[in-house]
């Protein structure tokens, strides 16, 4: 007689984001995009589905998903009969149909169904781009996929080849709603003007706010978006004539009058508000309006920085003292040489003197040991110091233009609503870190780049998943005034969850099967408070998806979610 067993079976957040594919379709878009016409006993769609909920939930490397998948499909402690079909021949088998496949149209897609189904504004794009690196020589690459190269560096590995990744973000709930993968070499100025053509083909219209960062700055970029009727906003970098001088007039004196715009409390110092103003009434060589905008927190950034600097190099000086007119430090050439090194970055902040003295010695002409008739010569030696002192005045003027950056425009919007969309742009770093620590999109362990470019597609759905899911959440939170939520470690409150917030509070939620050989007698949800249901509330996913689980949940094709 067949005696009755207990099966625990892993679930946490795994059915909340299988509710987000359902509703953007992404089941149905990969099976469309990339079909089995070869008849495998798992479908690509399946397959590709799984693994963005890895890239999601907890991503590993492709030989290593199968080992995540035994708790979920085959239950903690037990074999690998339905996780091991998930092999890493098969996973990257259905990269390589889907690097096949048309990717563009599929994001597409998606996208219009992640704006269609929650309602996002696209009246703001934001744009940014950054590197994904690789740790190896990669030198047989597919001419048809991006390929790794040599480039700046965003992750300060210039030992590595790269991959560059733009992304364009929804001011809304700053979701990504499109991407570009570029060879690791490629300029960022010369991303935008096919980009900005990109986004106005999907959203069809020209009627947006694209903002960038100083790359956009350019005239070729600037005209494009102008001639096509659409609006832009970026910053103008150091190098431009119009900001060396102004920085210059404000160093001589000049008087600005300073508009007030808006005051906002600092993000990481509670109880400390920023202050902003703007002064809008100056053109570029172009025509485009330049607002300069001055911030009373970076006021202090800047002030703390020169000083951090000069301080540096002071002590950079000190370290030289006792190491002059010894070994490679005898000569002028040399003492200048080190100098420079050392007060690297201090500009004419810091004034250094070389003082040369020199002094007469007597020594004994030719070889032996001193006698009667032994000859002495005069002998000049030459020994060198330094003292320094602070150009206070440099300085004085310097600080004159603390706290300045200029933003350029070709709207016609007030000063301080354009600073406010310009405020936004950091959020992209913030996607950007999402991307690569809790996605965790590098390394990326693939040889071949042709999957790797197919990879960067399934992390890119995977990021607008976990965009929408955070969205989502504040925006509840707001509605229903709800200020924290107590879901951190050891019961903490946070005011904004983020995706790692809520994947950790869910991580005890299990599946408990009671079953008499192959049959099933009873499944039940265990691990699901009260508190875990006021968060599927939130974050708009119906009771049901937890409720009524029952073994297979996780296969898109057959378990339909209902309630």
């Not at 920023?274 to 330049?290: A, N």
């Not at 002409?365 to 030459?382: H, L, M």
């Amino acid at each position: 007689m067949e005696k009755m067993d207990t099966k625990i079976k892993h679930v946490d957040v795994i059915p909340m984001v299988k509710h987000y594919m359902t509703e953007l379709g992404l089941h149905e878009l990969f099976d469309k995009y990339v079909p089995n016409d070869n008849g495998f006993e798992i479908k690509p769609a399946q397959v590709l589905c799984m693994m963005v909920m890895n890239i999601v939930v907890a991503p590993k490397p492709l030989y290593k998903v199968d080992d995540w998948l035994i708790e979920y499909m085959d239950g903690k402690a037990e074999n690998m009969d339905i996780a091991g079909k998930y092999n890493d021949d098969r996973l990257g088998r259905c990269l390589q149909a889907l690097f096949g496949s048309d990717r563009h149209s599929f994001m597409s897609e998606a996208s219009a169904a992640a704006i269609r189904v929650h309602d996002l504004e696209t009246k703001r794009i934001h744009n940014d781009s950054t590197t994904v690196s690789f740790a190896g020589a990669y030198n047989h690459q597919s001419p048809e996929a991006v390929q790794l190269k040599f480039g700046h560096n965003k992750d300060n590995r210039p030992d590595y080849k790269q991959i560059v990744f733009g992304l364009n973000i929804t001011e809304d709930g700053h979701v990504p709603i499109s991407y570009q993968a570029f060879d690791g070499n490629q300029a960022d100025v010369s991303t935008h003007r096919p980009n900005w053509d990109s986004l106005r083909e999907f959203l069809a219209s020209e009627d947006f706010f694209y903002i960038a960062d100083s790359k956009l700055c350019s005239e070729d970029n600037m005209h494009h978006i102008e001639k096509n009727n659409g609006k832009f906003i970026t910053i103008m970098p150091k190098n431009r004539k119009e900001v060396s001088e102004f920085h210059e007039r404000l160093r001589q004196g000049e008087k600005i009058e300073w508009q007030p715009a808006y005051s906002t409390e600092h993000s990481r110092k509670k109880g400390q508000q920023i202050i902003y103003q703007t002064y809008s009434d100056e053109r570029s060589r172009e025509g485009y309006h330049i607002i300069w905008v001055h911030s009373s927190s970076k006021e202090k950034v800047d002030l703390n920085t020169r000083e951090r600097r000069i301080a540096k190099a002071e002590e950079n000086l000190k370290e030289l003292l006792p190491k002059l007119n010894r070994y490679y430090l005898k000569s002028k050439d040399q003492i200048e040489k080190a100098i420079t090194k050392a007060s690297k970055g201090v500009g004419n902040f810091v004034k250094v003197e070389i003082i040369e003295e020199k002094t007469t010695q007597e020594v004994k002409k030719g070889p032996g040991r001193p006698g009667s008739n032994t000859q002495y010569a005069d002998k000049e030696q030459i020994t060198y110091h330094i003292q320094w002192h602070r150009d206070e005045k440099a300085i004085e003027q310097a600080s004159k233009a603390d706290g300045i950056f200029p933003l350029i425009t070709n709207a016609t919007l007030p000063a301080a609503d354009v600073l406010r969309i310009y405020k936004k742009q950091p959020f992209l770093e913030k996607r950007f870190y999402t991307k690569k620590s809790i996605l965790e999109v590098a390394p990326v362990f693939l040889k071949n780049n042709q999957r790797i470019e197919a990879m960067l597609f399934l992390y890119f759905i995977a990021l607008m998943l976990v965009s929408l899911i955070e969205r989502n959440i504040r925006r509840q939170m707001l509605e229903e005034e709800i200020e924290s939520l107590p879901i951190l470690p050891a019961r903490m409150k946070t005011k904004a969850p983020t995706w790692n917030n809520i994947r950790f509070f869910f991580r005890n939620v299990h599946l408990a099967l009671i079953t008499k050989g192959e049959k099933i007698l009873q499944s039940t949800v265990k691990g699901v408070t009260e508190l875990h249901y006021l968060l599927l509330k939130l974050l708009k996913v119906p009771f049901s998806v937890y409720d009524n689980l029952q073994d297979g949940w996780w296969n898109f094709e057959f378990i339909k979610e209902t309630g």
